[in-house]
């Protein structure tokens, strides 16, 4: 941290490397989003998709859930390259205990 310019002590160094090993654990990557669950503001800023493309997703899958991302091809009005290039981010399925409901 130094070398970006921070200034601190040792100790207060060692106090936010606590707090971020604490809160941050090793090994947590991003969790992907499940498209059953997500919010508009989800599929816009995760997704990338534009309002109405996240609102047209949203009445999709109110109708059928999403199994598979592929499904969402079927959906009018979304630009199917953009999933493409967040599916990695992405995911469709049953709700999980900790997917966060709409």
């Keep these: 941290m130094r070398s970006t310019g921070a200034e601190a002590t040792e100790a207060e160094f060692a106090e936010v490397l606590d707090y971020f090993s604490t809160n941050f654990p090793a090994g947590d990557g991003p969790t992907r989003l499940n498209i059953n669950v997500a919010t508009q503001v989800d599929l816009e800023s995760v ?28 959906v009018q009005g979304i630009d199917f390259k953009k999933i493409e290039e967040h599916k990695d981010l992405l995911v469709c399925g049953p709700p999980k205990k900790d997917d966060k409901p709409r």
């Design 47 to 74: 997704a990338g998709l534009l309002r109405s493309q996240a609102a047209a997703v949203l009445k999709f899958i109110e109708k059928t859930p999403c199994k598979d991302l592929n499904d969402l091809k079927k």
